[in-house]
């Protein structure tokens, strides 16, 4: 059974970082997608990035682009999100997923979530 464990959200300033983490286990990852995804308060959860887990493709939202970087350490099991220049908007929980194959944007395309990790931006 797979589990996923982020860790790494807090508060910060605007124009902050935050390294994000997403501890996998459970199987091995070759062949699955790992992605982001973050929720605020009364919206629909969000697309943010993701990796090809074996490959190294990648893919952004296009809010993100240019800020944000999904890596993933294979040794390790371990799914990194560092995010710089962080934005008010930004605020959310963010949610590290898995999926079997190609990467996707839907969240409803990914079986396996964690649990959650808050981020705040203040301004």
């Known amino acids: 059974q797979v589990q996923l464990v982020e860790s790494g959200g807090g508060l910060v300033q605007a124009g902050g970082s935050l390294r994000l983490s997403c501890a996998a286990s459970?199987?091995?990852?070759?062949?699955?997608?790992l992605g982001w995804f973050r929720q605020a308060p009364g919206k629909e959860r969000e697309f943010v990035a993701a990796?090809?887990?074996?490959?190294?493709?990648?893919a952004y939202a296009d809010s993100v682009k240019g800020r944000f970087t999904i890596s993933r350490d294979k040794a390790k099991n371990t799914l990194f999100l560092q995010m710089n220049s962080l934005k008010p908007e930004d605020a959310a929980v963010y949610y590290c997923?898995?999926?079997?194959?190609?990467?996707?944007?839907?969240?409803?395309?990914?079986?396996?979530w964690g649990q959650g990790t808050q981020v705040t931006v203040s301004s």
């Open positions: 997923a898995c999926r079997t194959g190609a990467i996707r944007t839907y969240y409803g395309d990914y079986g396996d």
């Open positions: 990796i090809h887990w074996s490959g190294g493709g990648t």
């Open positions: 459970g199987r091995t990852f070759g062949g699955y997608a």
